[in-house]
């Protein structure tokens, strides 16, 4: 199953139980625990909000464009070392500058 199955307002998400199976659940709030931006509900982006759930790899539902400058968040590279710029666009859909280092 894939996202684009789901109706409006819905993400797939698999159980996480035996039997593994994925069904359409509704959006996650901001503050949930997410795996994508497609868990969130619109106006979010799934983001790791500091430095620590980077190392644990928890990642949970911010406003979109939503922090000041200077906001302290996870840096997670997604992309290679060499694509810095998308790496530091990637992880500013958290921030209002759009860009974070």
């Not at 931006?37 to 106006?43: A, Y």
């Not at 539902?61 to 997604?78: K, N, Q, S, T, W």
Request: net charge neutral; glycine share 8%.
């Amino acid at each position: 199953m894939k996202h684009a199955q789901c109706d409006i307002g819905l993400a797939c998400r698999d159980s996480g139980q035996w039997p593994y199976s994925a069904a359409c659940l509704p959006l996650r709030s901001l503050g949930e625990r997410c795996h994508s931006e497609h868990d969130c509900l619109m106006g979010s982006t799934c983001r790791y909000p500091s430095p620590r759930h980077v190392l644990n790899q928890t990642s949970v539902c911010m406003e979109a464009y939503g922090l000041p400058d200077g906001a302290v968040i996870g840096f997670h590279e997604r992309y290679y070392k060499d694509l810095l710029y998308q790496n530091y666009f990637f992880n500013g859909q958290a921030c209002q500058s759009m860009f974070a280092v």
